[in-house]
């Protein structure tokens, strides 16, 4: 796994899961990280404060997805799913994140450990009330 304190993170998150994901994905933006989406994710977030980027489902006929893993714009995935869908998104997503090294978060919990490192080891900047 590349440990990355900076970049963009694509967010596809099934509906049952959108809820526990919320924080983790609000603390990444805390950090600096640019949020990409697809459009259900994208509107959750939005309507939750966090600035997102929509980007097109692969069923739909879009390439943005594959063409940003590939071209190595996405520092972390996180998807998950709704158990009971077919998930071929899902699927193709998550095997190009694998060929193309990037890391890929499918829990939740995983996620938690990665964000305290990340909250440790990145320098923030305070000011000194005078």
């Not at 526990?20 to 805390?30: G, Q, S, V």
């Not at 309507?47 to 069923?59: A, D, F, P, Q, Y």
């Not at 006929?61 to 009971?84: K, W």
Request: hydrophobic share 40%.
């Amino acid at each position: 796994m590349k440990l990355q304190n900076y970049g963009t993170v694509l967010a596809t998150i099934a509906d049952r899961d959108k809820e526990e994901a919320l924080p983790l994905i609000r603390r990444f933006y805390r950090l600096g990280f640019n949020i990409e989406a697809t459009a259900g994710t994208a509107t959750f977030l939005k309507e939750n404060g966090i600035r997102t980027h929509v980007l097109g489902k692969i069923s739909d006929g879009s390439d943005e997805i594959p063409n940003a893993l590939r071209q190595g714009h996405i520092a972390y995935v996180i998807n998950t799913r709704d158990p009971g869908s077919s998930g071929r998104d899902g699927t193709k997503i998550r095997r190009i994140a694998t060929e193309h090294n990037v890391t890929l978060f499918t829990a939740l919990d995983t996620i938690r450990v990665l964000l305290d490192v990340l909250e440790e080891t990145t320098l923030t900047i305070s000011t000194i009330d005078a």
